[in-house]
């Protein structure tokens, strides 16, 4: 048996290009879609109040 010590990333070079790779973008903000359902539903319901007065 060898006692060689085997890099657990593989190659040392791949690792380090993973390492200084930027992070990845997150998903896009679904606050302006909450936002404008909001608005939407409140504006509905004070037609139909307007509406029904």
Known sequence: ???EQ???SGNTGQFKAFAQAPPEEGAPSRAPL???VAV???V???VA???LS
Do not use: K, T
């Open 1 to 3: 048996m060898s006692n």
């Open 6 to 8: 085997l890099d657990p």
């Open 34 to 36: 909450v936002i404008g």
């Open 40 to 42: 939407a539903v409140v």
């Open 44 to 46: 509905l319901a004070v």
């Open 49 to 51: 109040y307007l509406a």
